[in-house]
Every structure is written in C-alpha cells, then in structure tokens.
C-alpha cells in the first residue's frame, strides 16, 4: 500500500493530467449580414442561389476551425439539416443551389431558414446564430430570346405584384457577370394582367461577342426583401 500511495504521489506531481480550473467558453454565435439570390455557376451552367454572408463578434477561446451551415426549407422540412459543405475557418460565407422546387406557385410564398455556428480547433461545437430567412416568390417567365439573341432584345413577363416590384436583367458567361441593368430608381406596380417587359441593351454591351450565355431576371419585392429569379441560356451567333 506504501507503495502504491507513493506512486500516485508521483503521478500527481509529475505526468497525470489535472483539470483546468478555467474551461474555455463556446465560440459566439456568428450572425448574418445578408441572404440573396444571386444566379451563380455550378459546373458548366448557372443556377439560382442563395449568397449567405455572416459576421462573427467578439474575442472567442479557441481559434475557428470551421463554419457549417444549416438549412430548413419551410414546406418540406421539420428540422434543420447540415449543408454537405464545411467552409473554412477564413470565409465567412456560402452558396446553397436552389432547386425548381423552392420556388413557388402563383399567388404564394417560400421561406427558406438558415442558421450557422463554428466549430473549434478542438472540435467543439460553438453557439449556433438565431434562424434567418430569404423569401421567395414566383418566377418570371422570360420569353426573349427563347434561343438565339435577336436585335439586342430581351423580354420577359411577371405577374401582377400589387405592392411594386424592381426588375433587373443580368447577362453572364463562362467568365462571370457580363452587364446588369440599373436598378430602377423607382419601383413598378402590378396590373390585373401580367406586366411585360423589353429591354435592348444599349451601346456598350450592345455587341456581345458570339458565344454561349446566360440571362436571368431578378424580381425584388421592397418591405419584405422578397426575391424572385428566372434564368435561361441562348447564345450570340
């Protein structure tokens, strides 16, 4: 027992670990700075996609490792599920690709929830941001060019949006965003038949180089930041 008893003494004053007296605290809940729709690429064609950007304050313990996202559709899903991505320590921000089903019918809206926490150097999980939205409303529906540009002329149609709407046309191709339009200085207020709309694109880009691109219309509803995106490819002989 003598023996044992000056083992552990041993123990004690020289290799066994002790607790530490002053845990480290969970790293803050980061917070988001903004969600929009944006029309990114993913592998050869561009999609509609959400943007999520966040901010994380104050002094934490330990280092950030990693972020992970979190994400509730609010028609399909009870709970939140963890986006297959880990983003680095250094981004402070994400792309979740929408599908055609995340937009809705006519007459209707879509939530889609959010949240992010980080995720330490040593692996421990760190509080989670309050749950954030991006509302989504129906599509327009472009009608030109259906394949091939012609006279430097888009159009496209939008349902009736009682309240006012913003619509801005934005051109891509392989290389990233080629022209968007300015936003209107003021928004434009629906009609009991859908509104149409034309634009030609003015000088410059009024000659696009021939190749392969994609167009999309944006539709933002003010008050509550609805959002709304269209896309198609055609291609400048």
Known sequence: MALLGAACSL????TC????PFPSTPINAPSFTSLELIGEKWSDEYQPTIHL????AG???LPVGKFIVLRKREMFDTTFEILPTDIPDSQYEDWDKLEATDFPDQGVYK???YRVFAIDTAGRPGDTSTADSVKLSWPPHITEPVDTLLNNKFKWSTVRYLGGYYATLYLWNDSGLVWNSPRPEEPQYGHETPDSETLVLPSPPASLLPGAYYCGVKIQIPGEDIQSLALRQ???P
């Open 11 to 14: 123990c004690i004053a020289s």
């Open 111 to 113: 939530k889609i929830w």
């Open 17 to 20: 670990p002790t607790p530490d």
């Open 234 to 236: 055609f291609y400048v």
């Open 59 to 61: 002094k934490d313990s």
């Open 53 to 56: 950007q966040w901010t994380l």
